[in-house]
């Protein structure tokens, strides 16, 4: 690293920081394409192998089981062998992975294929918050965190149509190729331009200073660090980790629902064609993409305003959850635009939400960024295996997706009051 003290008065810092965030923003959308185009294809999948609403239900939530199960020694791996070398490995088997779905020919080799892309997209939200907390200062982590998880919902926003296209005019199985394919080129643009700030060759002096100052450069070598299993254990001792997982459990059921039943709603529920759930899908998740950096904007603000960390990362967080409970609304209304809008706000206000990874980077001791991330992600991913299994049950059973909503605006409010309640002081963790 060099020496900061003889860098040149007045040198106004290098923004290279911004180009790793494109990175993982990049990273993040190909993240979610792949996970979640079996929402995309589920309509027509279900037909042709004839799976029903509650087993579907199993199949999406198999992701989450390898996936949530993966997170803990996948954050192990990450602080042993580093973020560049992590991503790389996890992006390139989750595109074998996702490749492979075209090949499926029943329930078995679904179900399989599920659980080989949880365990390979296991890394990569720890990664994520690794390079946040790494490369950028407190005051901007918030907004990093935006940028890159509005990968979640952008790649979706503006892919959905072409996915429908694809749908209608080569079936299923193309979407997983194409996919597929998008992942692997990823992977040699991460592994010629990532590199860690003291080894990045367009990071200036000035930067690397601006980036130490706001606690950032708090990365573990991953020469020298080691797997302690104890260690998960000692962080569930602190109430900010049970606050924080706690509410992104709750939070993400919401992203769970758009993730993998929303389609099958339209269509079943709604009755809407597939292209024309094409073009409505769109509009939720630009919603949810403003929601995100709309979330991330107002959290810096006001940290640099002067409001405490408390203030500055509850609000948004808070705000967005109580907002995401009017989900139910969608329960009373008849018109699809109504529909629509109300489900825009309510994917708008899970974007606002979804800051939990910037707590995370603030309250993860140092050398642990890693694992207090993989910890964070399994709470969060349980999400993942009780929601779609609890909607696919209540879909087979009453043929409606009116208690489904309402299962999901529920769990929305019990999210804001862990954060209210229980989170506490957002302080980093001395363990």
């Known amino acids: 690293m060099p020496n900061t003290d003889t860098m040149t008065a007045g040198q106004r810092p290098s923004r290279a920081r911004f180009g790793m965030l494109a990175l993982i923003a990049t990273g993040t959308l190909v993240n979610y394409l792949d996970r979640t185009v079996l929402g995309i294809a589920a309509p027509a999948l279900t037909r042709e192998l004839a799976i029903d609403a509650a087993v579907m239900g199993v199949v999406f939530s198999a992701f989450s089981w390898s996936y949530a199960a993966s997170q803990v020694p996948g954050g192990l791996f990450l602080d042993r062998f580093g973020t560049r070398v992590t991503y790389a490995l996890s992006v390139g088997f989750w595109s074998l992975f996702t490749l492979l779905h075209a090949l ?12 080989a892309l949880g365990v390979s997209e296991a890394p990569c939200f720890p990664a994520n918050s690794r390079v946040v907390a790494t490369w950028f200062p407190q005051s901007e982590r918030a907004f990093a965190t935006g940028v890159y998880t509005v990968g979640e919902y952008i790649g979706l926003a503006f892919l959905s149509p072409v996915m429908f296209w694809l749908l209608v005019h080569y079936g299923w199985r193309s979407l997983f190729i194409v996919c597929g394919v998008i992942g692997f080129a990823f992977v040699g643009v991460w592994i010629s331009r990532y590199r860690d700030p003291p080894e990045h060759k367009g990071v200036n002096a000035a930067e690397l200073e601006l980036i130490e100052a706001g606690g950032g450069l708090a990365g573990s070598d991953p020469k020298t660090a080691k797997i302690d299993w104890s260690k998960a254990g000692k962080l569930l001792g ?22 993998t039943w929303f389609p099958t709603y339209l269509a079943t529920e709604r009755h809407m064609a597939f292209l024309k759930i094409g073009f409505y899908a769109v509009l939720p998740f630009i919603a949810a993409s403003v ?10 603000t006001m940290l640099r305003r002067g409001k405490s960390a408390n203030v500055a990362r509850k609000a948004p967080i808070i705000t967005g959850l109580l907002l995401a409970s009017t989900i139910i609304a969608a329960n009373f209304v008849e018109s699809n635009m109504a529909v629509i809008a109300i489900l825009s706000l309510a994917f708008f206000a899970q974007g606002m939400a979804a800051l939990g990874w910037a707590l995370v980077s603030d309250i993860a001791p140092k050398g642990m960024l890693g694992l207090t991330g993989g910890v964070f992600n399994l709470a969060a991913n349980l999400a ?20 489904a909503l309402a299962y999901v605006g529920s769990l929305a409010l019990m999210g804001a009051l862990a954060y209210i309640f229980i ?9």
């Open 423 to 431: 989170l506490g002081d957002v302080k980093r963790i001395e363990l």
């Open 238 to 259: 602190f109430r900010q980790m049970w606050g924080i997982c706690l509410g992104q459990f709750a939070g993400n059921s919401t992203l769970v629902f758009f993730l």
């Open 104 to 115: 499926a020919g029943g329930l078995t080799s679904l179900l399989g294929l599920r659980l």
């Open 291 to 300: 929601g995100v950096l709309f979330g991330g904007w107002w959290s810096d």
């Open 384 to 403: 993942g295996i009780v929601t779609p299994l609890v909607i696919g049950a209540i879909v087979s059973a009453t043929g409606s997706f009116f208690y």
